[in-house]
């Protein structure tokens, strides 16, 4: 079992092809610390191949810059528009690489699942989750814009499941 003075860092990534958002926090014994979150954002008028590739240096860069332990990234859930959902997947699976790259594990979350960890709530509005995320997290303000607040929830989800996934992973 992995006890609470643990200590390790995640980067939370809400995947998108117009937006990808991110988050890198790191957890220390009961402290959880914002080390940076933002967008990674790309032109729509760009050929489908340089945006993808925009994300994907993007997230390299990042993952050289903070090394993190985990990557924890949204799952896609069904949507209607089918073009947003091949596009986020086209998105994901250069993150993947990304990742896979660096050695990095892979955990994924669906929205429904980072709220409910958060605020125990499955049904919360995003308003709701960046109120708490700001509380949580001693921020000074309500973090914007929505993808990077929705990348601080997935990272923080992971960090609140860390112990339930290892103790299942060691079984």
């Known amino acids: 079992m992995v006890h609470k003075d643990t200590l390790f860092s995640v980067i939370g990534i809400d995947p998108g092809i117009a937006t990808t958002g991110f988050a890198i926090l790191k ?16 032109a729509k008028g760009i050929h489908l191949g340089k945006r993808l590739k925009t994300i994907y240096l993007s997230i390299k860069n990042i993952l050289e810059e903070y090394p993190v332990d985990f990557v924890a990234i949204e799952k896609i ?20 690489l990304a990742a896979e790259e660096y050695g990095k594990k ?8 980072a709220k409910k960890n958060i ?10 989750i960046q109120i ?3 509380q949580i997290l001693n921020l000074e303000k309500i973090p914007k814009p929505d993808d990077a607040a929705d990348a601080i929830a997935i990272a923080l989800c992971h960090i ?5 996934l290892v103790e299942a992973e060691d079984d």
């Open 27 to 42: 957890k220390d014994k009961d402290n959880i610390t914002v080390l940076k979150y933002g967008t990674i954002e790309t």
């Open 77 to 96: 859930f069904f949507n209607t528009n089918l073009k947003t959902v091949v596009s986020v997947s086209e998105a994901r699976g250069i993150i993947l």
């Open 106 to 113: 892979v955990y994924e979350y669906t929205p429904l699942e």
């Open 119 to 128: 605020l125990g709530n499955g049904r919360a509005t995003k308003q709701e």
């Open 132 to 134: 708490s995320l700001k």
């Open 160 to 164: 609140y499941s860390y112990n339930y």
